[in-house]
């Protein structure tokens, strides 16, 4: 584990001189703290534990990444809000690598008297990189039509998911994921055990969708 550390240290030094890298807990004692203190391109590189928390990225194109993966690294909403929001216009290369992320409940949208997205809201012209995620255990049942009990894409968001296992959400549309309005590309994704009280357990797709799937698509069990 050490050298695998190592190595992560490594790559993201090499990845820009000018770049920094921003260690939580040891130089912000949140991830939230560490993408406010960031600029763009900057690495945050978060240890092992788990982070009771909302994330937003605010529109910065930077990397979050944990250093030993998502079963010890965890970001927990405690069903306030959305685990993480990235929902500021941004591009690829705000990347977020390694975490799960767990018991959120959904962000509110006004325009449209609805929760969604308990794990990851992706929305509003949003298109990041997420890889190596684990997104589970999340409910979002408030409003009119609540969606994405894990994952939630929309409104013209078209984000790269990659190697991430969808399982155990909950919601009245897509209870694994709701995609509307957008064109997002998965890459070896594992959805199963999810569940939606109207439609599309494992997955939700809604007006003007048109979601690409690379290959290593899992489907399993949802209801």
């Not at 929902?87 to 992320?101: H, N, P, Q, V």
């Not at 009119?144 to 013209?156: F, Y």
């Not at 991430?164 to 064109?183: F, M, Q």
């Not at 599309?200 to 399993?220: H, K, M, R, T």
Request: hydrophobic content about 40%.
């Amino acid at each position: 584990m050490r050298l695998f550390v190592s190595m992560i240290i490594v790559l993201v030094s090499m990845s820009g001189l000018m770049a920094g890298i921003i260690d939580v807990p040891s130089d912000a004692a949140t991830i939230q703290a560490g993408i406010d203190a960031a600029a763009n391109g900057d690495t945050v590189l978060v240890a092992a534990g788990t982070y009771v928390e909302n994330v937003n990225f605010n529109g910065k194109s930077i990397t979050v990444l944990s250093t030993t993966g998502p079963e010890s690294t965890i970001i927990d909403a405690n069903q306030n809000g959305c685990a993480v929001s990235i929902m500021s216009g941004e591009g690829g290369r705000t990347i977020l690598d390694g975490f799960t992320l767990t018991n959120g409940n959904g962000v509110f949208h006004e325009d449209a008297n609805e929760f969604a997205g308990g794990g990851i809201n992706v929305r509003f012209n949003s298109s990041p990189t997420l890889k190596n995620l684990i997104i589970s255990g999340s409910t979002v049942i408030g409003g009119d039509d609540p969606a994405g009990g894990g994952i939630a894409i929309g409104i013209r968001s078209n984000p790269h998911l990659e190697n991430v296992i969808i399982r155990d959400n909950v919601s009245k549309w897509g209870g694994g994921l709701s995609i509307r309005e957008s064109s997002p590309t998965f890459k070896d994704v594992r959805i199963y055990d999810n569940h939606a009280t109207t439609t599309g357990g494992g997955v939700y797709i809604g007006v003007e969708a048109d979601p690409v799937f690379q290959g290593g698509l899992n489907y399993g069990k949802n209801a």
